[in-house]
């Protein structure tokens, strides 16, 4: 277990409690990858006082790679511009998994907005 955070231990005005680990913050890109995690694998339509949030990345994973190609790539354009005002995005590219066929996995290659920092492209499994 992570030991507690205090606020007077954050440094920065973009962070929040990181997924899955009780008492650690993520902060930085990391703070933005998780944002980004989250906008793509929640389904739009299911937060019922946010409808619009997430994306449509899901409607097409069960489609053919090449016919679910344009479609996926449109719906994280679509929802990480949306979303996360942070990046720019740079590419957007998926294959399939080979140990999984009802998996994606995404490689985003993103800009943190103003500045010509581009970081390792943020890898995403995305499952049916």
Same mark, same amino acid.
């Given at each position: ?6 606020? +007077? ?10 997924? $899955? ?6 902060? $930085?890109?990391?703070?933005?990858? =998780? ?9 739009? $339509?299911?937060? +019922?006082?946010? +409808?619009?949030? $997430? ?51 995404? =490689? ?21």
């Amino acid at each position: 277990m992570a030991d507690p955070i205090n606020v +007077p231990d954050i440094r920065v005005a973009d962070w929040q409690p990181a997924l $899955g680990e009780i008492g650690a913050i993520v902060e $930085g890109l990391a703070d933005i990858d =998780q944002c980004i995690r989250t906008i793509l694998l929640t389904p739009k $339509g299911t937060l +019922p006082h946010q +409808p619009d949030f $997430g994306s449509d990345v899901w409607r097409f994973l069960d489609w053919p790679i090449d016919q679910a190609r344009p479609h996926l790539v449109r719906a994280v354009v679509e929802a990480v511009a949306r979303w996360e005002p942070r990046v720019e995005l740079m590419t957007v590219a998926l294959e399939p998994d080979p140990a999984e066929p009802t998996t994606v996995l995404l =490689q985003i290659g993103r800009r943190l907005r103003g500045t010509s920092v581009a970081p390792p492209p943020l890898v995403l499994e995305v499952a049916a």
